[in-house]
């Protein structure tokens, strides 16, 4: 049997309670998938850990506690004791750099979490659109094979009655064998389908049920679109969140030329002697921050060159999507204009009841007219594999 099936690619970016979806609305199963989803959780775990850790970058040094105890050969002078605490830190317009550093890069980390999000959701959107697809499939198979189990019974009573040869009954038997066989492998196909959904969603099997698609209306201007797509892309954000971490940290580097101090308590005995006070140190940093000033201009030179690529490629990438999802939209509603003006399999039965045509004849149309079925389907589920894609950023 043939079949038209498009494929459209995008490289972007990026099991025991029941959960019924109907009417094509998956939302309700994107909400469980985003709440159950191991993968999800391992990465919103993963985000406060780092979250947290890039805090810890911005906390004081640890101070530091010496003391020591000294023996003197003369007698009339007693021991030497002496005891330091020492707290070292950065200049303070370091730490408030920083601080502006840790709140870009925590950004960023939400920035990268949501597009793995949306490709996660995405990926489970897809396999709701399959399912469908396959509900759809199921139906037609079904209603086919309640057909052909009638036809075969049929042509068995007209042999008994003579009205019909064994090269007849054979023929009616081989349809309903074949139609059989594409009913179970549709309904295995789906059943994998519905155990892949199952698995993202952390265990709970997901029902879908809905057998017809609903297409979203494309906007009239790509570019008009874009405009407003481009601020909420969590890619794009993610690219230009780089640079901005790349041009703080710059800033950070450029206020560690400014020399780090050191303030402590001093407290010294000899003897009876005692000495106490204030310790206060200098680190200048003469020799090594030179080529971390060099380094980080670097780094921001080229994630400014990094984000202009990302730029292009998202751009080409959603115009391209767009320009097929127009085009997938147009066939598969020419598809089923022609299906809806060529009739149905209803009439082809109705032909072979009243002796129109053969057994042969009618085999052949209804093959025919279930192609043109599925090619229809198909292009109707391609249509929807596209505009997920190009609307995964509202996931």
């Known amino acids: 049997m043939k079949k038209i099936i498009i494929y459209t690619y995008l490289a972007v970016l990026c099991l025991c309670a029941n959960v019924v979806v109907a009417q094509g609305d998956y939302t309700s199963v994107l909400k469980d998938i985003e709440a159950n989803n191991i993968e999800l959780k391992a990465l919103r775990a993963d985000m406060e850990a780092q979250q947290i850790e890039n805090s810890a970058a911005n906390t004081l040094e640890n101070p530091s506690i010496d003391g020591s105890y000294s023996w003197c050969n003369v007698a009339q002078m007693g021991p030497k004791k002496t005891l330091s605490v020492a707290q070292p830190f950065d200049f303070p317009t370091v730490y408030v750099q920083r601080g502006k550093l840790i709140g870009i890069e925590n950004d960023n980390l939400q920035y990268h979490y949501r597009s793995q999000r949306i490709g996660i959701l995405l990926e489970a959107k897809k396999l709701c659109i399959d399912i469908t697809y ?38 009616a038997e081989l349809n309903l064998t074949s139609v ?64 901005q971490a790349d041009k703080q940290r710059l800033k950070v580097v450029q206020n560690q030329w400014l020399p780090q101090l050191n303030i ?22 003469l020799w090594n921050n030179g080529k971390n000033v060099k380094q980080s201009k670097a780094k921001v030179a080229a994630a400014e060159l990094e984000l202009s690529n990302v730029r292009n490629n998202i751009y080409n990438a959603f115009k391209v999507l767009f320009q097929q999802s127009a085009t997938l939209i147009q066939n598969a509603d020419r598809l089923n204009a022609t299906l809806a003006r060529c009739g149905s399999e209803a009439l082809l039965q109705k032909a072979l009841e009243a002796g129109e045509i053969s057994l042969l004849e009618y085999l052949l149309e209804i093959e025919f007219f279930q192609d ?11 249509a929807q594999m596209a505009l997920a894609e190009l609307f995964a950023i509202n996931l």
């Open 180 to 243: 059989q066989s594409d009913y179970d492998k549709a309904v295995s196909e789906r059943q994998a389908l519905l155990t892949s959904l199952a698995q993202m969603n952390g265990g709970v099997s997901i029902v879908v049920v809905e057998s017809k698609f609903e297409y979203a209306v494309l906007p009239a201007s790509f570019d008009e679109w874009y405009k407003q797509m481009e601020s909420q892309n969590p890619v794009l954000q993610h690219a230009e969140g780089l640079v």
């Open 134 to 171: 396959y509900n759809a499939l199921v139906d037609i198979y079904a209603q086919r094979l309640q057909n052909a189990q009638a036809i075969a019974a049929n042509y068995r009573k007209k042999m008994e009655a003579g009205d019909a040869n064994i090269l007849e009954v054979n023929k």
């Open 264 to 285: 402590g308590y001093v407290n010294e005995t000899v003897g009876e002697e005692s000495f106490r006070g204030v310790a206060l140190g200098l680190s200048l940093p």
């Open 372 to 382: 043109a079925t599925i090619n229809a389907l198909a292009a109707q589920r391609d």
